[in-house]
Nanobody
């Protein structure tokens, strides 16, 4: 099982990025997909999650209204569209998969770095 996050980079405040999470070895249709982030010196935090059962979504208060999680089961890929980025969004972003949205998800990918300059 492999999850590969990509799409990070350097962006100015107010800019946008779209992160992708490509899965291999598992069919994303059957899994909830979560996005997490860890900023330097801080604990990992949950950013967003999309369930498999009814497609319901969760967003942390800090990103609600700015980030959108989605999935394309045909491409076995999930996405995190990030708009109106702020310097405090700077972090390594990870995608993860499990049967349900949870902080301790079973499968984790390597992260992708997002840097938002002020």
């Amino acid at each position: 099982v492999q999850l590969q996050a990509s799409g990070g980079g350097l962006v100015q405040t107010g800019g946008s990025l779209r992160l992708s999470c490509a899965a291999s070895g598992l069919t994303l249709d059957y899994y909830a997909i979560g996005w997490f982030r860890q900023a330097p010196g801080k604990e990992r935090e949950a950013v967003s999650c999309i369930s498999t059962s009814d497609g319901s979504t969760y967003y942390s208060e800090s990103v609600k209204g700015r980030f959108t999680i989605s999935r394309d089961n045909a491409k076995n890929t999930a996405y995190l569209q990030m708009n109106s980025l702020k310097p405090e969004d700077t972090a390594v972003y990870y995608c993860a998969a499990d049967l349900v949205c949870t902080n301790g998800m079973d499968y984790w990918g390597k992260g992708t770095l997002v840097t938002v300059s002020s």
